[in-house]
């Protein structure tokens, strides 16, 4: 087996910057046409008007009344706040996609799976952004907190504050109160899951490498318990970092499922982003070892996995839709039924559950690259709209859209990621040569 | 000759002179009725050049055919039949349908398979199975020739069973 390594060109490189440059672009673009104007207080002022007679049976009108005031605490403008929402989007979702890429190998190594030996690399190259990642979420969270995150204003947790808050602020401020105003469990939570899934990175990372010198089964098997330990390690923190940096948003709701929600969301796309670089790659002619077999295998995982999606989509659905309790209801509503949302809301149940559940249904189609590249597309824009929905009505309300700000957003976000991820493709080998179980992929056979 | 009766069969002891029997042949140009294993042979559906199964497109048209009945049959229900107010709900509401049309999908699909794969493999009940050689549920593969629907006569194929391996060349006739 030769050593094949994947050459960084200048070509790609100067793709990507023009890439990001068009999305600075864009992103002032946004900027200036979005404004700082304050027409978006009539919006408001219309949507708690429109919850106050949906819930005017219960006291739960006052707490909606009290939670439209505590917007008003900070000044800051539209066009400030939409960028801010579109920072922790783009956040969530490449972190996402990155330790999805190492969660992919840790499944890999968990589970003995030997058809995957020959395409190791490239998720674990995706995992490489785990650092940026780690740097942007924590300085966005300094910098946009009081926008993004209601929970944040300490005057919530006064003697006439929020009795919903003042019951969660534990979980935020520990050992604080909220009106000590620094959220340290918070902010803990956050710099030990980045440390914990960096950590597992480089180890994982430098066993495999280590693979590729000495050769053996030695680093193997050490993989093999490293990964199941990080797995376990991921199933906690996976769920709770779901809570903290997404569901948090609003603050007075709350979904049990919400953890594997966003999981299934992150995995998904992280799997088609699997998917679309081994495809890219062997369409640069990288990754001959790499043939239908082994596509067919990535296409159950999207297929497998669109529909898993859905299933707790449903499930979440279904359980708020029949118990119909306002402060429950209220997320659905805020998204289903509000303007600039709705149809958001049936585009991700289109794009994510389905186009992929009907494109992938053969196995022919699973096995041609054309469609597998477009169902990766499909699922990468479907999944960004999927976020969107997540985060951008709770911090943004009906002032939110999509424009040229989201679009420029995300190819900056994009151009960064993949340009960090070929950079450290580019380093190591592409195949790991010395893999025990790269002979059983190259026989693979679906 | 009348198809369907007399057969000659190939008892083979390992599958993989099975498998080169099997290519031998076919490209000597005579059509193999059905091979008989003990166990799953792995490449003999290649060998034998069967195309790709059928199943999954009866699987889907079943499948299907669950979502519509039971969209049909709970919008018949609730809608006109035995309108109930559940929960506050509509009387025809899509979410609260969409696990039972969830689960019709699959169970049609399932028995809609199953029921296809006996109809095509004439496994009906009470149906009383041929038995070409009572060791292929033990040690043997056998291959079964139709002599009706070939062209090239016993001896020859006799001649080309024993050269590609076969331990036993034997005759069997259902009347």
């Known amino acids: ?446 | 000759m009348k198809a369907d009766k007399n057969f000659v069969l190939g008892v083979y002891e390992d599958e993989d002179i099975l498998i080169k029997a099997i290519k031998a042949t076919r490209s000597a140009g005579i059509k193999i009725q059905e091979v008989y294993s003990p166990f799953p042979v792995h490449g003999i559906e290649d060998a034998l050049g069967y195309g790709r199964s059928k199943m999954p497109i009866v699987a889907f048209m079943f499948g299907f055919l669950g979502t519509v009945l039971a969209l049909v049959m709970q919008y018949g229900m609730m809608g006109f039949d035995w309108p109930m107010i559940i929960g506050g709900k509509d009387f025809v509401a899509l979410p609260p349908f969409i696990p039972v049309t969830f689960e019709l999908t699959v169970l049609l699909a399932a028995l809609g398979m199953v029921g296809t794969f006996m109809v095509i493999n004439d496994l009906k009940p009470y149906n009383k199975p041929r038995i070409y050689d009572l060791r292929i549920t033990d040690d043997k593969h056998v291959m079964a020739i139709d002599l009706g629907v070939n062209k090239v006569n016993k001896n020859e194929i006799t001649k080309i069973l024993q050269k590609s391996g076969a331990i036993e060349v034997n005759d069997k006739n259902f009347d």
């Open chain 1, 1 to 446: 087996m030769s050593d094949e390594k994947y050459i960084f060109q200048p070509e790609t490189k100067k793709a990507l910057i023009i890439a990001a440059v068009l999305g600075i672009i864009l992103v002032i673009a946004g900027i200036l046409t979005t404004g700082s104007g304050s027409h978006g207080a009539d919006e408001h002022q219309t949507m708690v008007n429109a919850s106050e007679n949906l819930l005017a049976s219960t006291d739960h009108t006052a707490l909606v009344a009290a939670d439209a005031e505590g917007d008003h605490h900070g000044e800051t403008a539209p066009w400030l706040k939409r960028l801010f929402t579109n920072l922790w989007i783009n956040n969530v979702y490449f972190t996402g996609i990155a330790i999805i890429g190492l969660c992919f190998v840790a499944i890999q190594y968990a589970a003995s799976a030997g058809w995957s030996a020959g395409i190791k690399r490239i998720p674990l190259a995706m995992a490489s952004w785990l650092p940026f990642a780690a740097v942007l979420m924590i300085a966005v969270w300094f910098v946009a907190n009081h926008d993004i995150f209601h929970w944040t204003h300490t005057s919530l947790y006064g003697a006439d504050g929020d009795d919903i808050l003042k019951g969660k602020q534990a979980f935020f401020f520990w050992p604080l109160t909220g009106e000590g105003g620094l959220p340290i469990f918070y902010i803990l939570r956050m710099v030990i899951f980045f440390g914990l899934w960096y950590m597992f990175f480089i180890w994982i990372k430098k066993e495999m490498l280590a693979e590729d010198l000495n050769g053996g089964t030695k680093h193997w098997f050490k993989l093999r318990s490293l990964s199941a330990i990080f797995l376990i390690v991921f199933a906690v923190s996976s769920s709770i970092s779901a809570w903290d940096w997404v569901m948090s948003i609003d603050p007075h709701w709350f979904s049990t499922m919400f953890g594997w929600y966003v999981f299934a969301s992150w995995w998904v796309t992280g799997l088609a982003g699997i998917t679309f670089g081994v495809i890219w790659l062997k369409e640069k002619g990288y990754l001959k070892i790499v043939n239908e077999n082994h596509l067919h295998d990535l296409g159950k995982f999207v297929f497998a996995f669109s529909i898993f999606w859905a299933y707790i989509w449903f499930s979440q659905f279904l359980l708020i839709y029949y118990a119909n309790i306002p402060e429950e209801t209220i997320y659905f509503i805020e998204r289903m039924k509000t303007s600039p949302y709705s149809w958001v809301f049936y585009v991700n149940l289109i794009a994510n559950f389905l186009l992929p559940f009907l494109l992938f249904m053969t196995r022919d189609a699973k096995r041609k690259m054309a469609i597998m590249k477009l169902v990766a597309i499909i699922v990468f824009v479907g999944h960004w709209f999927d976020f969107y929905l997540m985060i951008s009505p709770g911090v943004m309300k009906q002032q939110g859209g999509i424009g040229f700000m989201e679009i420029g957003m995300t190819l900056i976000f994009g151009a960064a990621f993949i340009f960090v991820m070929l950079t450290n493709l580019a380093k190591v080998p592409l195949v790991a040569k010395n893999h025990p179980m790269l002979e059983e992929s190259l026989h693979h056979h679906t």
